[in-house]
């Protein structure tokens, strides 16, 4: 074995001790007087929320390196003196009443809980002056809901009171109430101290009354003791024997009516003080109820308001993508209407072309009429007159005649016509007239044009009958 491997060897040993010593130092104990608090990432509870510290009294644990570090948290009573000064009571009167109170971090899984989350790290004099400002306000109000005469002669039921609402109060931040002691209440009227005066002052002169009563019992049974001597020497060893036996029944049923009055004060007091007791208790409860009460509303709010914020996110968030789904819509919908609105725009365009090159050809033609507008037309309805007669032609090529016999004497009417030619005049005039066609297109023609169309037949006529003329000559 090389060398080299030795060295590896040793430096692979000193590698694992030093992990192993790492590891172990990372293994923390929690002393009896201590609660050792580890918080980084610990694990979910039993509802699966994520736990914000891990708590533990007494035992050990391992710290995960990086992810998790720990504090301790001291267990040692806490005494705080608590001077409370000018507390209104019930009736308005205020009283002194200086006590000394000692706590502790509860070891209460709840409780201690609590107390990791909002005394880690505070110094004891800060968590004995928060401890202090709760103990007042419950101090303070504990002695308004209770009279001078309660706070002063039932001091078991104000402290009950007390520390069932400190108690309350102080588990909400990790703290137990170990012990409450009052050392004295005062007030600046001086009633308490009359109370005891008139206390002090009955049981003197209930003293003081006894002992007259029992000196006048024995006064009396003396008197009735010699008067029973004579009478009994008097009369006879029977009667005297008789008057003393009628004493000790006289003096048996005064004992016995002084132990029932005594049996029935004793019963009075008893009960009365177990109805106090009693009320005390159910007051403490109600009171307890009530402060669970309040903690449950306050979870219910905070789920509820966990709930809310996420649908409202979830609300948002559909609305932000329906909003965005119509903006699709919106610019798909300006696309087509940009579309449609270019083409429109070229077909209004081409038409604006097609009339514009119309104009300039009429333009062309009036400027080749030698400016003359009529002149322009003149030319135009020569070029279409073919049309315009065909269209007349057109109105009368569908009628059916099977067959036309015509006796023509030649002579007419005696105006030298022939019948013929005044029965083909007259077919040319059923024909509409070409002024009447252009109106009911809603045009009109020029002056020139708008003779009747009789008149061109006339022409028409003459012309014919040139014609015949000429051929006859010929002839």
């Given amino acids: 074995m090389g060398p080299e491997v030795l060295i590896a060897i040793c430096v692979a040993v000193i590698i694992l001790f030093v992990l192993l010593a ?43 390196p990086v992810i998790q570090s720990y504090q301790y948290m001291d267990l040692t009573p806490i005494s705080i003196n608590v001077d409370l000064r000018n507390a209104l009571s019930k009736q308005n009167i205020r009283v002194d009443v200086p006590s000394r109170f000692t706590v502790g971090i509860s070891t209460e899984p709840g409780v201690m809980q609590n107390a990791a989350e909002r005394l880690l790290g505070l110094k004891m004099v800060e968590i004995q002056e928060l401890a ?59 009633y308490i101290e009359a109370l005891g005066k008139e206390a002090a002052a009955k049981a003197i002169n209930d003293a003081k009354k006894s002992v007259a009563e029992k000196d006048r019992d024995g006064e009396i049974g003396q008197a009735n003791a010699r008067r029973d001597q004579r009478i009994q020497v008097s009369a006879a060893d029977a009667d005297a024997i008789k008057g003393e036996n009628d004493a000790k029944v006289a003096v048996a049923q005064s004992e016995a009516a002084r ?43 905070t789920q509820q308001a966990d709930v809310i914020i996420k649908a409202q996110i979830e609300k948002e968030q559909a609305e932000i993508e329906a909003e965005a789904e119509a903006e699709v819509i919106r610019r798909k919908a300006k696309g087509e209407a940009d579309a449609i609105y270019a083409k429109m725009e ?50 009368i090529k569908n009628i059916k005649i099977d067959k036309v016999t015509v006796w023509d004497s030649m002579g007419g009417q005696g105006d030298n016509v022939p019948t013929t030619a005044n029965f083909l005049a007259g077919m040319a005039k059923s024909v509409p007239p070409l002024n009447e066609l252009f109106k009911q297109a809603g045009m009109e023609l020029p002056s020139y044009l708008g003779k009747d169309i009789e008149s061109v037949l006339d022409t028409v006529e003459e012309v014919s009958q040139e014609r015949e003329v000429q051929a006859e000559q010929s002839e």
């Fill in 22 to 64: 790492g590891i172990l130092s990372r293994y923390r104990k929690c002393p009896s007087d201590k609660v050792l608090v580890i918080y980084g990432k610990v694990g979910s509870d039993k509802n699966g929320q994520t736990k914000t510290a891990r708590c533990i009294h007494g035992g050990a644990a391992f710290i995960v």
């Fill in 346 to 395: 070229a077909q209004a365009k081409g038409m604006q072309e097609m009339l514009s090159k119309q104009a300039e050809g009429m333009r062309e033609l009036v400027k080749a009429a030698g400016g003359d507008a009529d002149a322009a037309v003149r030319l135009m309805i020569a070029d279409k007159l073919e049309e315009l007669m065909k269209i007349q032609v057109e109105a």
């Fill in 132 to 190: 202090k400002d709760i103990i007042l306000g419950q101090l303070r109000l504990v002695i308004a809901t209770m009279d001078i005469e309660e706070i002063n002669s039932d001091r078991d039921k104000f402290l009950l009171a007390v520390s069932n609402n400190v108690e309350i109060e102080l588990k909400k931040i990790g703290l137990r109430l170990i012990n409450v002691n009052v050392t004295d209440i005062n007030d600046e009227s001086g």
């Fill in 259 to 301: 132990r029932e009055k005594e049996a029935e004060a004793l019963k009075i007091a008893t009960a009365a003080e177990a109805v106090q007791a009693a009320r005390a208790k159910e007051e403490a409860y109600e009171a307890q109820k009530s402060a669970e009460l309040t903690r449950a509303e306050l979870e219910r709010a």
